[in-house]
């Protein structure tokens, strides 16, 4: 977990209480995974705002942020009875490749919950390349290091032998304002492909995903391992085209 060097510029961060709508909650009465990164997104679309830096404000300059790896780590997994989700966010450059955004929640009562981390790449949409973060008039006044400690990087085992199988056609809902499937969906996909017995008595705790290749408006198909732990049920995701096989992106879930 990185340390955040608190500083008296409170534009450096941005706070927000969210409440936990009716239609955010599962049959258990935990907040559903995907609105929890919806939560995430619409926090980082606020804070980013503030500096010029979102995805809308940089697709006017040809750019545009494109998501590389996330992860997502649960003290204790949101319910209902935590009333709303705080949450507050700051970005910072990282390796000067990246743009790695930073989360922590709390409930109405103070409890800490968890915490999050997001890494983008800036990219070039003309040239297809990424974009070096001090080689961008775009990110001047944006370069200041923020964490005295950086997360660990994610890196996500292969699938070696799928036990479990599913498909699914990317709808016109599913994307994004880059034209491309929304990353909350691809979270979806993954942690649906568990066994319901999971689903019902066990809440995922550490997500972690390396995106590889954009999802277009195309057919995909998500192979799931499950791989022994001492520490809960784990399992290995891999999104792949239906057809040609590509790989989109590698996902792992802890359940406890």
Same mark, same amino acid.
């Given at each position: 977990? =990185?340390?955040?060097?608190?500083? =008296?510029? *409170?534009?450096?961060?941005?706070?927000?209480?969210?409440?936990?709508?009716? =239609?955010?909650?599962?049959?258990?009465?935990?907040?559903?995974?995907?609105?929890?990164?919806?939560?995430?997104?619409?926090?980082?679309?606020?804070?980013? =705002? &503030?500096?010029?830096?979102? *995805?809308?404000?940089?697709?006017?300059?040809?750019?545009?942020?494109?998501? /590389?790896?996330?992860?997502?780590?649960?003290?204790?997994?949101?319910?209902?009875?935590?009333?709303?989700?705080?949450?507050? $966010?700051?970005?910072?450059?990282?390796?000067?490749?990246?743009?790695?955004?930073?989360?922590? %929640? !709390?409930? /109405?009562?103070?409890?800490?919950?968890?915490?999050?981390?997001? !890494?983008?790449?800036?990219?070039?949409? &003309?040239? #297809?390349? +990424?974009?070096? %973060?001090?080689?961008?008039?775009?990110?001047?006044?944006?370069?200041?290091?923020?964490?005295?400690?950086?997360?660990?990087?994610?890196?996500?085992?292969?699938?070696?032998?799928?036990?479990? #199988?599913? &498909?699914?056609?990317?709808?016109?809902?599913?994307?994004?304002?880059?034209?491309?499937?929304?990353?909350?969906?691809?979270?979806? !996909?993954?942690?649906?492909?568990? +066994?319901?017995?999971?689903?019902?008595?066990?809440?995922?705790?550490? *997500? #972690?995903? #390396?995106?590889?290749?954009?999802?277009?408006?195309?057919?995909?198909?998500?192979?799931?391992?499950?791989? +022994?732990?001492?520490?809960?049920?784990?399992?290995?995701?891999?999104?792949?085209?239906?057809?040609?096989? $590509?790989?989109?992106?590698?996902?792992?879930?802890? !359940? &406890?």
């Amino acid at each position: 977990m =990185s340390t955040f060097r608190d500083t =008296s510029t *409170v534009i450096w961060m941005t706070e927000r209480e969210n409440e936990i709508p009716f =239609s955010g909650i599962d049959p258990k009465g935990r907040i559903k995974f995907g609105m929890l990164l919806e939560m995430f997104q619409e926090m980082a679309d606020i804070d980013a =705002s &503030k500096f010029n830096l979102s *995805v809308r404000q940089t697709l006017e300059h040809d750019v545009t942020w494109v998501l /590389r790896k996330y992860r997502i780590d649960l003290e204790k997994y949101p319910t209902i009875d935590d009333g709303i989700i705080k949450i507050r $966010t700051y970005a910072e450059p990282c390796r000067n490749l990246f743009s790695l955004r930073s989360f922590r %929640l !709390w409930n /109405r009562a103070g409890d800490f919950l968890g915490s999050a981390y997001t !890494w983008w790449v800036l990219l070039d949409i &003309k040239r #297809e390349r +990424p974009i070096r %973060l001090d080689k961008s008039e775009l990110m001047t006044g944006f370069m200041e290091r923020l964490s005295e400690e950086l997360p660990r990087d994610v890196k996500v085992p292969d699938v070696t032998d799928p036990q479990i #199988e599913e &498909k699914w056609k990317v709808r016109w809902q599913d994307l994004d304002v880059n034209d491309h499937t929304n990353h909350a969906v691809f979270f979806s !996909w993954a942690l649906d492909t568990v +066994p319901d017995g999971i689903c019902e008595g066990y809440a995922p705790v550490l *997500v #972690e995903s #390396e995106f590889m290749h954009a999802i277009p408006r195309t057919r995909v198909r998500c192979l799931t391992q499950e791989v +022994p732990s001492s520490e809960g049920r784990f399992f290995l995701h891999s999104l792949r085209h239906m057809e040609d096989d $590509t790989v989109y992106a590698k996902l792992s879930s802890l !359940w &406890k």
